[in-house]
């Protein structure tokens, strides 16, 4: 193999690595994307179980006073 094959085969697999690298940059940058969305909904289901939480903590004691008033009555 000639110094010019020789040659043209590194630069040959430099371009070639370097479209594998630029693949694997697009699809890191895809993943982080989706992560940041995936992060978004977590953060509202959060906030949704935060809010069912005080709301059933609420009901439960509104129970318990109904409860006391109807035990008083009875």
Not at 20 to 35: H, P, W
Not at 39 to 49: E, P
Request: net charge negative; proline share 0%.
């Amino acid at each position: 193999m000639s110094i010019e094959e020789r040659m043209e085969f590194v630069l040959r697999s430099i371009e070639s690595h370097d479209r594998q690298i630029g693949d694997l940059v697009d699809g890191l940058a895809q993943t982080k994307a989706q992560i940041d969305t995936l992060a978004v909904r977590i953060d509202s289901l959060a906030s949704s179980v935060e809010t069912l939480v005080k709301v059933s903590n609420r009901d439960g004691v509104d129970i318990l006073n109904l409860a006391r008033i109807a035990e008083n009555r009875s």
